[in-house]
């Protein structure tokens, strides 16, 4: 049995410096090691520089699917940063749907060796990575996450992710690479946004995810629907989420979304920004 482990960056594989917390080379493969039950081989992929997860994205999610296409029969484990964790565990969730794979995240809001949650986390992976169902999981604060739908609501305590149901993900064909050069974004609607500000913005982009209020309402200006409207009609990819946190969008439920709907925005429906945000990407590179 092989244990795939590929390393990331992140907090979790950091010690002191002079500086503040650095990244540790080796720190975390050595704990690996030490922890691997008798039987298993160890096989790693480290990014070199390690990354703070601030700068991980489609580059980087190559990186991890082309090390996981080419260790079929290995469990994988993915040590990563948290601030980015969401969009990475929504990006290899849906690029691997459907692959039959067992793919674990693991990070730490404080290093290991310093008596935090790393150790703990750490140790969680390392089972789920033999146990879990196929998926993609994330393993912190004594919880194994489905990874699709994860949203960081902490930036301190180590209970810092919260996992929100998400639609059954469609199978993608798989591909080492699915991530391509689509010019991405999220935008926000809030109260006097400036409609040139918005049109400028997508006339960037390729897609957008869009956040909206509620269950899916927007302010009622002529300026902001045509904007959309327009880009629409261009070509661009526009898919709503709503701002909160749960429950998702509901079209039709006010009278204040019909202009949003009108001007063709698709329905993120339950999809958190990070999911909405990734199946644009997959979608535009395919």
Not at 32 to 57: C, H, N, Y
Request: hydrophobic share 50%.
């Amino acid at each position: 049995m092989t244990l795939l482990l590929i390393h990331t960056g992140g907090t979790i594989g950091m010690s002191d410096s002079p500086q503040g917390l650095t990244p540790e080379a080796g720190l975390v493969e050595a704990t690996v090691a030490a922890l691997l039950p008798a039987g298993v081989r160890l096989q790693t992929e480290v990014f070199a520089p390690l990354i703070d997860s601030a700068d991980m994205g489609p580059t980087g999610w190559n990186r991890i699917l082309a090390a996981i296409h080419a260790a079929p029969g290995a469990d994988v484990i993915v040590t990563h940063g948290t601030d980015t964790m969401a969009f990475t565990g929504a990006a290899l969730a849906q690029a691997l749907a459907g692959s039959g794979r067992r793919v674990v995240l693991c990070g730490a809001m404080q290093p290991l060796g310093t008596g935090g949650d790393a150790e703990g986390n750490l140790h969680l992976a390392m089972g789920a990575a033999r146990s879990a169902p196929a998926g993609v999981w994330l393993a912190f604060a004594g919880e194994l996450l489905p990874a699709e739908g994860l949203a960081k609501i902490d930036s301190h305590a180590d209970s810092a992710f919260r996992a929100l149901p998400q639609a059954p993900l469609p199978a993608r064909p798989p591909k080492a690479a699915p991530f391509g050069a689509a010019r991405v974004a999220v935008l926000t609607l809030s109260p006097g946004l400036p409609a040139a500000l918005l049109r400028a913005a997508l006339a960037e982009l390729d897609g957008a995810v869009l956040r909206v209020y509620g269950a899916g309402t927007s302010m009622n200006d002529p300026a902001v629907l045509a904007a959309l409207a327009d880009a629409v009609a261009r070509g661009v990819r526009l898919r709503a989420v709503s701002q909160c946190l749960s429950g998702g969008l509901a079209p039709g439920a006010y009278a204040a979304g019909a202009g949003l709907w009108a001007a063709g925005i698709e329905n993120g429906g339950l999809e958190t920004t990070e999911a909405a945000l990734v199946r644009l990407m997959l979608d535009l590179s395919a």
